[in-house]
Structures are given as structure tokens and as C-alpha cells.
């Protein structure tokens, strides 16, 4: 059995995601949950509920919560990564600030996405550095921090041989949604997909060898990328403003006849539409705080109280994946997943050493990926942007340059000109002081 820990205990995901490994221990057995956090009252405050649902399917499994990373990671054999540096309150500037000039706001697509990538980037591979010093040698971080492209273009730079896999569930939600619309498991489904994470194309979307893609868009272009069902069997997903993301996909669809874009890419595509369906006063920072955030903590203070643990946190895909993942990499299972790796020639026209999101078989030595050959003309060329735009900002971190940051800033889509890249970056430097190195 596996000692794994989980770095970002204190995230409302936690309890998701180890109801998900409950649900799983006959795949994933476990010794022992180790939940390791800097902010140690908010772990606190969410550690009952975790043990709960711990206890509610083993007595054996050893639980552990600390703030010390060699309790936490000694002989660990699994770490899932989850930090949000600066937590919802800097995530609200990420969202609120770009808003102020006109532009999207979004905690992963645009100047909100790449002020997250300066603060996630160092904490990130300081983590890998103190897994590396106490786990397990074999040990490997299944990582879901974001900014995912940018912490995973950080990580191949500075610590290019850890035994780190940046995932995304994201592409696995939209499956999720495919599954519900095909009347599949999303598990029967079998896609090619190519992209930078949170900036892709699904190009085929096969059940038992049929290519389904032209039956989904047809779905789509009535209901968008959804059902009912799916909405419901989700809580997150269910949240008006993911509502309209799956059904935002509509309108850029069609600019793809053959491909299915990720949801995201309407950031980047149609940027001036969703600004204006955006309150620069109640981004979904608020969104969760005021939901997910208070829906957990009400529950974890009621069953202090009462003993009784309202189900009131949030089940779903996010959870399973990166169990699935765990599994595959545990025992050499081979399973595809999409996922993020090194190019190496997967996407024939991207550099060798961009980090792509691809179809990969999982081995217990880590992804194998799937070639997708040669990209048109046009999605390289947006690709090739979006993926100068991260490399420069990771650069920017590393190197402490202004003059790279504001680079990034500019190149990325969702930025018309370059005075409107420095007045964001010039107000986010303000308000990312305690975190940013200086640029
Ligand atoms: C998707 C993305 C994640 C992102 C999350 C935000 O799942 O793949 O990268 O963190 O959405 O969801 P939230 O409910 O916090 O807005
Ligand atoms: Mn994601």
C-alpha cells in the first residue's frame, strides 16, 4: 500500500479528491493520506471532513496533517500537487485587475493566468525540491497547479528530469460532457487532441473505432458542449458561469469545421464579447469563494457541531482523473490520457521542447506520447503565440525582466496593444509584491 500526500491540503478540492481514492482502494490501495499545507488553519479547518471520508470507507488508513515537509513527504510514493499561491484573494486580482482595462479576466487565459504563472512558478519547484530530499526515490507529483502550461514550461526548465506529470482535467471534463451526450462512459471514449494546456483541438473523438466528433458537433451546435445530466452529476460544473463556458463553444466551433476547440479558447478567440458579459465586481473568484469555498467550511463547522457531515462538497471529475492517472502510473497500466508533456516531435510543427497537452499512454516510467502529426497552418501560428507569450513569461520569472514580462504580456491574444499590456502589468506588479519576484 501507498503512503500518498497531498500538497495544498487545505484546498476545498481535497475532500473531492480523496472521496475518489476511497472509491478506489481495490486499484490504489493505501497505508497511508498525508495532507501537507503552508497555511496550516484552513487545512485544519478542512481536516475533519477529510478524515471523515476517510473513515467512512477504511479504519486502517494512517491520516496525517502537517505543515512540515519532511513529515509530509518521507517515504512518500505519491504526491498530488494542488498550491494556489495567494489563495482566492489573489485570484480575484488576477480576474479583476485585467477587467479594469477592458480585458478578459481569467485565472489561467490572459494577464490573469500569466501573474499567476510569476507566483506559482519558484513555489512550485521548491516543492519538487523538498519531494525530491524526502519521498520515496521512485516517488512521482501528479500536478493540477496552475497555471498549468507556464508551472509546466518552469518545471522543464529548472528541474527538467523530475518525475513531475502536469495534468489538467479540463479536456477529461469536456469528455465527461461528450460521454453524457453519447450516452457513454466517458472511460469508452478514445480521442486525439492537440494544444497547449487550456489552448487545444479534439480531432477525433472515437467510441469502439467510430469517429463521433461529427454527431458532437451537431449536438453542439444546438445545446452546446452539455446535457442536463452532465450539468448535474457535477456541482462545479453546474455554476452559471461554467454553464455558459460550455456553451460559449458554439460560436467557435464554428470557425473549426473539423476539430472541436477546447471551451478556453473563447478567451483567446472572442475576447471583446466575453468582456462585456463580464462584472468587473463579481468575477468567479467571488463566485467560489461565495460558494464552493463557504459550502465547505459550513459543512466542516456543522459536523463539528453535529457529527453530521452534509455532502456538501464537490464530487466529480477532477477527483477521478488524477486517481486514474495515479493508477496507471502505480502499475504500469498503459492507459491514454490527456495530458501534458514534452513535445518531442508529438505535434510535428512545434518546437522539440514546448510543452504540449497530447494524448499519452501512462507506463510506471511515465507518459509515452501519442503523434498527432502536423498542425494546420493557422492553429500552429496561434499556438506558436500562445506558446511564445508562456515561455517569455516563465523567462520573465527566472530572469527577473520587465522588459520579458511585458513581452509576454503583449503577445497574449487577449491583449490589444501594447500600452494595455504595461498598465495591467504595471498594476499587477502593485498588487503581487508580497509574491512576484522582482522584475
Ligand atoms: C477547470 C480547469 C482548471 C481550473 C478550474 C477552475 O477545471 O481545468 O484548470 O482550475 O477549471 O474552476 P473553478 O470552479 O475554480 O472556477
Ligand atoms: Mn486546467
Redo the contacts with the bound molecule.
Sequence with gaps: PFILSIAGGGSTYTPGIVKSLMVRLSDFPLAEIRLYDIDSARQETIAPVVEKVIRDHSQTIKFTTTSDPEIAFSGAHFVFAQMRVGQYKMREQDEKIPLRHGVVGQ??CGPGGLAYGLRTILPMVELIDMVERYADNNAWIVN?S?P?AIVAEGVRRLRPTARVLNI???PV?AMRNMGAILGVDRHKLEVDYFGLN?FGWFTRVRVDGEDKLPALRRHIAKFGLLTEDAAQTDP??S?P??VKTWRNIKPIMDHFPDYLPNPYLQYYLMPNDIVEHQDPDYT?AN??MNG?EKKLFAAAEEYKRTGILPDAFHVGV?GAFIVDVACSLAFDLRQRHLVIVENKGAIANLPYDAMVEVPAYITAAGPEPVRMGAVPLFHQTLLMQQLASEQLLVEATLEGSYEKALQAFTLNRTVPTMQHAKAILDDMIEANRDYWPAL
Design positions: 485565472e489561467t493540477y496552475n498549468a489538467c482535467d479540463m471534463a487550456h462545479q460544473h455554476d458561469s461554467w468567479r463566485e467560489v464552493r477532477h
